[in-house]
């Protein structure tokens, strides 16, 4: 088991470019969460999947930020038009039905 | 407001000492559950404990619900054990994510 993949571990992009970061959960697991960490906010909640199933977008940053689940092995966030404070590490955590939630390792995006 | 607060905010240590950390939730929960990171690390999971007394090795958890709180105790602290600790509640009512607290930040000196 080779528990929550995410890629890359560090992103740096240019102020206005896009960026896309890359989940995928433990085998079996049925849902998918992403988390924003921050030394300033902590940790916060994004959005999550259940059975590929978008089901609670509420932290979201509506404009800019987007998130799929094309299949059950993997999920996309993506950021258009990144600015400075998009700048954060970025956690995806899968969980089977009894909700323990194990998490990846996170991608440091930087945004200059 | 916030959700889940923790507290310490920050503890020092001398190696062999014990610790407490507390955490509250201003909402009913379902669970909850303990994490670890190391400063540039992953969540570790510590514990998840919806309710009553879990342990493991020198950590104990204990969480009661109807008073919407949760502890993590440390016996006999070591070096190793530095690091950031993190609880996170899952709301009874609405979906499954998870609030989480600011965090304790743990420092064992020798």
């Known amino acids: 088991n080779a528990g929550v993949i995410q890629t890359p571990r560090h992103k740096v992009t240019g102020k206005g470019q896009e960026a896309t970061l890359w989940c995928e959960p433990i085998s079996g697991h049925s849902a998918v969460f992403w988390y924003r960490q921050t030394i300033v906010q902590g940790l916060e909640f994004l959005t999550y999947?259940?059975?590929?199933?978008?089901?609670?977008d509420s932290g979201m940053p509506k404009e800019r930020f987007s998130a799929q689940m094309p299949n059950q092995s993997h999920s996309t966030l993506k950021i258009q038009s990144t600015q400075p404070q998009d700048s954060a590490v970025y956690l995806c955590a899968s969980t089977r039905s009894s909700y323990e939630q194990y998490f990846g390792p996170g991608t440091r995006l930087t945004v200059l | 407001g916030q959700q889940v607060q923790q507290s310490p905010t920050s503890l020092v240590l001398q190696e062999g000492e014990n610790a407490e950390l507390q955490c509250n939730f201003s909402?009913?929960?379902?669970?909850m559950q303990w994490f670890y990171q190391r400063p540039g690390g992953s969540l570790v999971s510590v514990f998840y404990n919806p309710s009553g007394t879990k342990q493991s090795g020198r950590l104990t958890s204990t969480t009661v619900i109807k008073e919407r709180r949760s502890s993590l105790h440390i016996s006999s602290s070591q070096i190793t054990d530095s690091g950031t600790y993190l609880c996170?509640?899952?709301?009874?009512?609405?979906?499954?994510?998870?609030?989480f607290g600011k965090g304790t930040s743990l420092t064992v000196i020798p």
């Open positions: 996170a509640m899952e709301r009874r009512t609405g979906y499954q994510n998870f609030y």
């Open positions: 909402t009913s929960l379902n669970s």
């Open positions: 999947f259940r059975n590929q199933a978008p089901i609670d």
